[in-house]
């Protein structure tokens, strides 16, 4: 220990905890082996290690059900960062749970236009019909039930989310059904997405990186949400252009914020508001990361100029 001028005593470097070095991931070897091997195939898509952290801790609850201690501490191991840092992460985000989890989490959406619609009938159903409460799990270990804060499908209100599979347009009666189903063992078929909800662990593993294949299973999207996207085409709309992109790119092409030349290299563009996946999207790679500052800079200084120049100053006259 050292002592400073105020009299604190502070650990000496030799003793002084180093990131990520000191933690006890208390798996056993084949398993550690297994998640080591996964976790350098998800760093090496960042440019940076510790971007990684937030599939990592899919990873970890593909593994353990939930984020455990010992998952913790292999993220921290694995990305040099301290526990404290993982969990701040881990406890911010409510998809990762700090206890293990049921096989199926059943979310309700009882935010504003699903509770309208009946979300909180749904959830008064759900709590008395499974005896639990909000972000508790039933004794057979197969549901959790979670309140949710709109599931961004609010043209289908009321809305419940399995695994983060959709199901439409529920009823207190359907929602009753549907967990029975859950915890009979049965599968269930969302209204949108793969054609059955797999597990917890499973679908964890999917949100890590993993694709399980199933990504083209069932309809993407419905009527509703559809509806605007096709308005928007007959009308002819599309977003105002960034302030350094050609109105044209705007009207014609979706660059997916890459430079010209880079977006032009990537292969071929896609029209605004044509589907795409995934597999379409260009990667980010360290000369993104690294020129990102430098086109803000190059943003601002555009921006600067625009206003002292005067061309700009009767706009808001
Ligand atoms: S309010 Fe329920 S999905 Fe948006």
Redesign the pocket.
């Known amino acids: 220990m050292t002592v400073d001028d105020a009299g604190l005593q502070s650990p000496d470097a030799a003793t002084r905890r180093a990131s990520g070095r000191t933690h006890r991931t208390g798996y056993d070897e084949p398993t550690l082996t297994a998640l080591a091997a996964d976790a350098a195939a998800v760093v090496a898509r960042y440019p940076e290690p510790r971007s990684a952290l937030l599939p990592l801790l899919h990873l970890v609850q593909s593994v353990d059900g939930y984020v455990s201690p010992r998952g913790i501490a292999f993220c921290a191991q694995t990305l040099s960062l301290t526990t404290a840092e993982v969990s701040a992460v881990a406890t911010f985000y409510s998809q990762y749970k700090r206890h293990p989890n049921g096989r199926y989490t059943v979310g309700v959406?009882?935010?504003?236009?699903?509770?309208v619609m009946g979300?909180d009938a749904l959830w008064e159903t759900l709590t008395d019909h499974l005896g639990i409460g909000h972000d508790e799990t039933t004794p057979d270990g197969a549901v959790t039930l979670e309140r949710v804060?709109?599931?961004?499908?609010?043209d289908?209100?009321?809305?419940v989310m399995v695994n983060w599979e959709f199901f439409d347009e529920q009823t207190p009666g359907s929602v009753t059904a549907l967990v029975d189903t859950l915890r009979s063992g049965r599968p269930v078929r969302p209204t949108r997405g793969a054609d059955d909800v797999v597990d917890f662990r499973a679908m964890s593993r999917v949100l890590a990186g993993f694709p399980d294949g199933r990504a083209d299973e069932g309809p993407a999207a419905g009527e509703a949400t559809l509806r605007g996207t096709r308005l928007a085409r007959e009308r002819g709309w599309v977003a105002p252009p960034f302030p350094d992109e050609d109105a044209s790119d705007a009207a014609g092409q979706d660059r997916g914020g890459a430079d010209g030349d880079a977006a032009a290299a990537a292969g071929p563009q896609i029209p605004t508001g044509a589907p795409r996946n995934d597999a379409e999207r260009p990667v980010t790679t360290p000369t993104d990361a690294s020129s990102a500052p430098q086109r803000r800079a190059e943003t601002s200084e555009r921006t600067s100029r625009t206003t002292t120049d005067g061309s700009d100053a009767g706009r808001d006259a």
């Open positions: 959406c009882t935010n504003t236009l699903c509770a979300g804060e709109c599931n961004a499908a609010c289908y209100a009321p809305v």
